[in-house]
């Protein structure tokens, strides 16, 4: 018998071909927002600022009774100096949730701190000049529920003039029409994942457009961030899920009251109120 001719192939490097071709490595996750540690002031700093002490007392007071879902309580800031302003801000911190408010002419800044469930909302006029100043201790501060545009339309579902490139928008406009059409304060949101749908650009631009731009814009940072943006409509919103690379991984329209991820869950609060109770006893 003759013996099997077995070639003997080189391995290791070098012994392939170079095609050019360079591995490239998935980017890691970056940028995620976390809470620094608050650098509490020492009593003794607001021991002579009996104003400020109080806005902590009626804090406490404040955010023990309220409950998500009831209106928001106000507690003014209007009549504290620069001095006292700025401790509380350093007491308080700064959260996760940025909101503003396009409203009557002017507008309305709010931060949550990083108690969540209590805010910080600034009233702004045009030239960036403080008009009110104030805490909230809500799921959702009350000028974004009371939001709306100022003109009372309805949502164009015409497809006379539609430009090329449109393909799916126009049956999302209808159903989207019906449900506003239908919704009741209180009912569950109804939601539409443009991700799994088959849209075009011209798609997209279409919905911006027949949809318009609300008062209202949200920002929610963490890993990633959630962008949600109100509509032209009462109950409509956009809203953008990006990763940590600023990618859009998941876009949807909700038609609601309030989207829930704007929303403050009850056992933050709760977490917030005996951290309140905590803050109020190292200056009472």
């Known amino acids: 018998m003759k013996p099997i001719d077995i070639p003997v192939v080189g391995i290791g490097p070098g012994s392939q071909p170079d ?3 360079q591995f490239e490595f998935m980017d890691m996750p970056c940028g995620m927002f976390r809470h620094d540690l608050v650098s509490l002031p020492e009593p003794e700093d607001i021991a002579d600022l009996p104003a400020a002490r109080q806005l902590l007392a009626d804090l406490k007071a404040a955010i023990g009774r309220y409950r998500c879902g009831d209106p928001a309580i106000r507690l003014d800031m209007n009549t504290l100096g620069a001095h006292e302003r700025d ?3 350093q007491i308080l911190g700064e959260g996760e949730v940025s909101i503003t408010v396009e409203q009557d002419g002017h507008r309305i800044q709010i931060q949550e701190s990083v108690l969540t469930g ?3 909302v600034q009233s702004l006029d045009a030239d960036d000049r403080l008009l009110d100043d104030a805490l909230e201790i809500a799921d959702i501060p009350a000028a974004v529920r009371s939001s709306r545009m100022a003109d009372d339309r ?3 579902t015409s497809l006379e003039g539609l430009p090329g490139g449109v393909q799916n ?3 999302l406009l209808v159903e989207i029409s019906d449900q506003l059409a239908s919704h009741q304060p209180g009912d569950p949101a109804h939601i539409i994942n443009l991700t799994l749908l088959p849209l075009t650009n011209e798609d997209l631009v279409l919905l911006g457009e027949r949809l318009g731009v609300g008062p209202v814009t949200i920002l929610s940072r963490g ?8 509509t032209a409509f009462p109950g409509l919103w956009w809203i953008k899920y990006y990763n940590s690379q600023d990618a859009l991984i998941l876009n949807t329209i909700e038609i609601v009251d309030i989207p829930s ?11 917030s109120a005996e951290r309140v109770n905590e803050i109020a006893e190292l200056y009472a």
């Open 261 to 271: 991820v704007a929303l403050a869950a009850p056992e933050d609060i709760e977490a």
């Open 223 to 230: 890993y990633g961030n959630c962008r949600i943006g109100s």
């Open 154 to 156: 309805h949502l164009n």
């Open 19 to 21: 095609d050019g071709d």
């Open 118 to 120: 209590v805010w910080r």
């Open 169 to 171: 928008a126009p049956a």
């Open 87 to 89: 401790l509380l801000a």
